[in-house]
């Protein structure tokens, strides 16, 4: 990767160990297929790159993104099905991606924007932020994970509201429900999510997987913690970080 270069719709900035993926598709950054297809490639790009070890997912412009194409997705026919398909992939990816994610939310993140924004590890937003699953409005029910991952963030209850009403709520009612995770200045917002990457960029990668993989399917249970554990302190990094703490000084990570 290395600096920042543009696809059509995403543009990718390497700033030191963290990787900003920019959604750049105005007016309201809308998630089309070829979207899809450019922020796929940006995320396997990220993960085979070894010296990115956070990213951080925005958006260009006032929105985060605003859910679908409408007009693509309603010109689709027979191949909506493969839409959501690729979707519902790319969104697990991102879910499941070894490295930590961090979403900056500037703007409404709607629809699959709000989808999108849910399948990273850390949400991070400003004022100007709004969140929604909208679809209900239309006749139709979100189709990348929203009724899945949306209970599992805030609870059946609160997800039963949003989903049921199609109502957008604000960042702050967002935070307060346990959408977000925090709200910053909107000025001071992309530099806030890339220092927070980058401090999880210095944390040991092998532990961060093993974390991420137990915090997605917490049907592995005990046993799967454990196994993690033993490996994990057979690990290099293991032992860096424990003579690091005798020692008292900065541990460097390998993921080794």
């Given at each position: 990767?290395?600096?920042?270069?543009?696809?059509?719709?995403i543009?990718?900035e390497?700033?030191?160990?963290?990787?900003?993926?920019?959604?750049?598709?105005?007016?309201?950054?809308?998630?089309?297929?070829?979207l899809?297809?450019?922020?796929?490639?940006?995320?396997?790009?990220?993960i085979?790159?070894?010296?990115?070890?956070?990213?951080?997912i925005t958006?260009?412009?006032m929105?985060?993104?605003?859910?679908?194409?409408?007009?693509?997705f309603?010109?689709?026919?027979?191949?909506?099905k493969?839409?959501?398909?690729?979707?519902?992939?790319?969104f697990?990816?991102?879910?499941?991606c070894p490295?930590?994610?961090?979403?900056?939310?500037?703007?409404p993140a709607?629809?699959?924007?709000?989808?999108?924004?849910?399948?990273t590890?850390?949400?991070?937003?400003?004022?100007a932020?709004?969140?929604?699953?909208?679809?209900v409005?239309?006749?139709i029910?979100?189709?990348?994970?929203?009724t899945v991952?949306?209970?599992?963030?805030i609870?059946?209850?609160?997800a039963a509201?949003?989903?049921?009403?199609g109502e957008?709520?604000?960042?702050?009612?967002a935070?307060?429900?346990?959408?977000?995770h925090?709200?910053v200045?909107a000025?001071?917002l992309?530099?806030?999510?890339?220092n927070?990457a980058?401090?999880?960029?210095a944390l040991?990668p092998?532990?961060?997987?093993?974390i991420?993989?137990?915090?997605?399917?917490?049907g592995?249970g005990?046993?799967?913690?454990t196994?993690?554990?033993?490996d994990l302190?057979?690990?290099?990094?293991?032992?860096e970080?424990?003579?690091?703490?005798?020692?008292?000084r900065?541990?460097?990570?390998?993921?080794?």
């Amino acid at each position: 990767m290395g600096g920042e270069y543009n696809m059509a719709l995403i543009t990718v900035e390497q700033r030191d160990r963290v990787a900003v993926l920019r959604l750049s598709h105005p007016p309201v950054n809308a998630l089309s297929f070829s979207l899809l297809q450019e922020l796929d490639r940006a995320l396997t790009e990220a993960i085979e790159n070894h010296t990115v070890r956070a990213l951080v997912i925005t958006g260009d412009g006032m929105f985060f993104a605003a859910g679908a194409d409408i007009p693509s997705f309603l010109q689709m026919g027979a191949g909506v099905k493969d839409f959501l398909a690729y979707g519902v992939a790319l969104f697990n990816r991102i879910e499941q991606c070894p490295k930590p994610t961090i979403a900056a939310i500037g703007g409404p993140a709607l629809g699959g924007g709000n989808e999108l924004a849910m399948a990273t590890d850390m949400r991070i937003a400003s004022d100007a932020a709004r969140f929604g699953q909208p679809e209900v409005n239309l006749g139709i029910i979100p189709g990348w994970g929203g009724t899945v991952r949306m209970p599992k963030l805030i609870g059946r209850s609160q997800a039963a509201r949003l989903l049921l009403t199609g109502e957008a709520i604000d960042a702050q009612e967002a935070l307060r429900i346990g959408l977000i995770h925090e709200v910053v200045p909107a000025h001071l917002l992309l530099d806030y999510a890339v220092n927070q990457a980058d401090r999880l960029a210095a944390l040991p990668p092998l532990a961060l997987q093993a974390i991420k993989k137990l915090l997605v399917d917490p049907g592995l249970g005990q046993a799967a913690e454990t196994d993690a554990m033993s490996d994990l302190m057979a690990s290099s990094d293991a032992a860096e970080g424990i003579m690091a703490f005798l020692q008292k000084r900065r541990p460097e990570f390998r993921g080794q």
